[in-house]
């Protein structure tokens, strides 16, 4: 089972996007599989990582992306395991279920969130480096 | 004249043959033993002798037996055998024991029918959930039929891993396996009919209630208030084993089966999707609303009547709003399971107040008029007698201490609370009483429509309650409470008492040092039968509670006395004795007296229960010596 | 619980561009490097150390059972985590996270599971043994959790049972009468610590405890 992830995200890189219909039901898929129930409870209901049922926070969906793509604290990044599809298809889930509201999420939302953090990485590096150039 | 000679000929030719036609039948000499093993025989009743029947609805009134947990369909465990009475039951003494080879809680009714008693054991020993056939009047093993339950199931049984019992009708014995199987099995042989999965226990449901049968259908419910579970009912034919209809008790109408014949008794139980609708979203799917108690039925009126576990979590905050239908009396319709109206005890339970209990359906003469009602010990205290037809509270009141609930507001039905007592996320509430197994849990009363009060075991007991946030992981706990119970005021943790349910007060009372956990029996004999935690059986008198009889066994009662007659005319009274249960599980599964807070709070109450008993499991059957006996009085 | 405060667009980005740029080094960063303060879903097994002092084929060697043929000495000697203040005190807060304290209670008092409070470890009590009970599950009810939680986080849970089980013992067999147990643990809804055997009155007899 811990396998599949890895692999499903390995296999999908690169691949078209896949239809609204079928994003709908990767959602709780994925939800499940990369083990988010673990620590946010299904349903949303929390436990060891925070409570997402009626968490308002989850309408800003650049922050949701680079929540998963990423992590924070205690909670892995997911970037390197999950494909862009299927990140925004577990973040699509968690924003509109249980209470939540917030509209959808696409592939290429998520493409351009990890470009933006690629950017902000890349400078980052530079401003590190001797080279003042 | 040669014309009538001739025809006499003929019609005597006749007379001859036809004779000599029937002699040899066309049809098979024996049709049920020459089917094939597959077929099903379960149409044939059990016996062919004219007296005895096999159907259920003719064996609740026949008082030689005993074919259901709760005797007959009112649920009144009220036998009309005199033959033992307040005066010789002194004599009372052991006919016959069985040892049914397992540990752990026995709460399991001992059922007879037609010469046979039939018991089963809770998941524990080489054969878990093992069915007995035996003997009535010696108690020669017959046959047994062990099913084949998943032992993971365990891992998800909240109190104890029992089963309350069987249930019988047309030659077939029903069963419940604690991994959520209903099976059927014949009651001859003991061979195995159908079995359907109506439970599973990745979702932390298990099975734990007695099946009732009516009108051809298996009547089974789940368990599971403490692990997220949706609760449900559901009727199985009993000859196909094919599922007909269920009922959950979570959800939009069409599916816990409300639509046009319901009426709630009260504004706020009207309205569409109150099953969701009083849940934050998507919370009415892991709800509770678990159907592990009672089940009784009015042929009349043709309803059922039965309530549900605790809405889910423990923690209320998690849940705001009502949470129907958690902790709610339901009566339905048994052909289709159509809710005709619904009455919830405890709207937004707070302390695990479950309303599973029984609700004995009697006629009571209240201010001059017969009502139609039901009897039903609430969990959270109060003695409900609810007009069975509406749904309507006649009268609520409390039958023990209770602090948590100051009230039942007869206008609206709602219970006015005591609202210093509301726990919230972090705070530990002291001295809630009754605690979360509430003043009575399941272990059920019995009603003599002789002496016309209601014989009640229960328990006496407060606890300290702390919330904490509980996520949801399917196959898990989903509580989100620390409890501690403990004695209530006065000390002593058990009551055995007469409640009159017309003058609504308490006639007679016997306080016990343990909760009592076992079932009551009483019998026109005037004699009223419970078993204590300390392995005690007593008979006591019905009229003035003055104890009679009692006889020390093996291990704690707090299973169900029942009382039937053999062919001959003894009268037996029967009980599993086998500590354990919610209750006793500190005594009879590996738990730590030390730890207050195990078995969800109930060691704190039961930590000393070890130094009186452990588990154990024997049938126990009762009767006067033969030179006591008087002959059996004509009904 | 989070608290929930409503954030307009604006803030959110500048939000993402402060989380991005302390994360930056930790974009890309090796997966495999699991601190134990950043628990990471089981990530795929070869049979070198993953991040914790014990592979899964030293596990392997593990008996569970009391009994080895010949009765050679067939037990590894492994080096689990330390099972320091810091672990336990994880270990107590996951206890809670992942529901084991719905099964086995407050402080580990047996429930609907067994208690972790004295000493009856039928699947072994070592931290090999006690590991391996929480990962692979057992027959009779216990969940294979190492199907969802990462390694670090069961040896934590590890440490805070081995806390849990350290009852005073004043002899080899346990006594039951009217005057044994004497002592009873505080308990967990007066005082949560991840040792609670530090914290015992008088044994209560059933009745309200003092406090």
Redesign the interface.
Known sequence: ???L??LMAVALLGLPSISKAEQADRGPQIYMQ??CF??HGQLGT???G??LA????L??K??VI??I??????M??F???LSDDEVAAVAQYVRNNWGNHYGPVTASDVAS?RE???K??DE??KAESPQQQ | MSGTRRLTGLAGSILIIAPLAFASPAWPQDSTQTAAPEANTASSPQNTTQKESSDIAALVKDDNQWPMAAKDYANTRFSHLDEINKDNVSQLQMAWSFSLGATRGQEAAPLAVNGTVYVVAPYAGPHPNQVFALDIANGDLKWSYAPKPD????????CDVVTRGLAYDKGKIFLNTLDGFSVAIDANTGKELWHTKLGDINKGETITMAPVVVKGKVLVGNAGG?MGVRGWLAAVDEETGKIVWRAYSTGPDDEVLIGKDYKGPYDWLNGKDLGVKTWPPDKWKIGGGTVWGWISYDPDLNLIYYGTSNPGAWNHEQRPGDNLFGSTIFARNPDTGMAKWAYQPDPHDLWDYDEINEAVVVDLTIDNQLRKVLIHPGRDGFMYVIDRTTGKVISADAYDYVNSIKSVDLNTGRPVLNDALTPSLGK?VRNVCPAAPGAKDWQPSAWSPKTKLLYVPHQHL?M???T????Y?E?????GA???M??GPG?Y?GEFMAWDPVQRKKVWSIKEKFPVWSGALVTAGDVAFYGTMDRWFKAVDANSGEELWKFRAGSGFIGQPVTFSGSDGTQYVAIISGVGGWSG?VAA????????????GF?????????STVGGATLNVFALPKNQKKAASAQ | ??P????N?TV??G???L???F??Q????D?ANADT????????TDSSNTGTTISPAQLLNVPVSGLTPGAVEARPKLNPPPADEKAAQRGM??F????C???H???????????L??R?FIYGSSPENIFLSIYQGR?????AWG???PEDTIWDLVAYIKNLSD?PVSQWGTT???TS?A???V????KAVPN?WQY?QK???????QE
């Open positions: 089972m811990k396998y992830s890895l990369s083990r673990a620590c929390g436990g060891f925070p409570t009626g968490d308002r926070i309408a800003i650049k922050f680079a929540q793509l990423i992590g924070r604290g205690k892995p990044e970037g390197s395991r969130v933006l953090m690629k902000a990485s980052a590096a | 032992p993971a199931a365990q891992g998800v049984a909240c403490e530990t407060c300290n309650f702390k904490s946030n509980v996520g992981i196959g898990t706990p989903y509580v620390d409890v501690d403990y004695a000390g943790r599980a599964a590996e738990i730590d007296p030390r730890v207050r807070n195990g078995a969800l060691t704190g109450a039961m930590q000393d229960l070890p130094a | 619980m989070r929930e405060k409503p954030m667009v959110g980005a939000l993402l561009l989380v991005t740029l994360s930056a930790a974009f890309g960063q997966k303060n950043n628990p990471q879903p089981p990530p795929p807060d996951d809670a996270s992942f529901n304290v719905g099964c209670m407050g402080n580990g008092g047996g429930g609907m599971g067994p208690a409070s004295n009856a027959p009779n009810g216990m969940p199907t969802v939680l009852a039951t009468s009217s147990p002592i009873e643990q308990p967990s809804e007066i609670p015992t044994f209560a007899d059933g009745q309200k405890p």
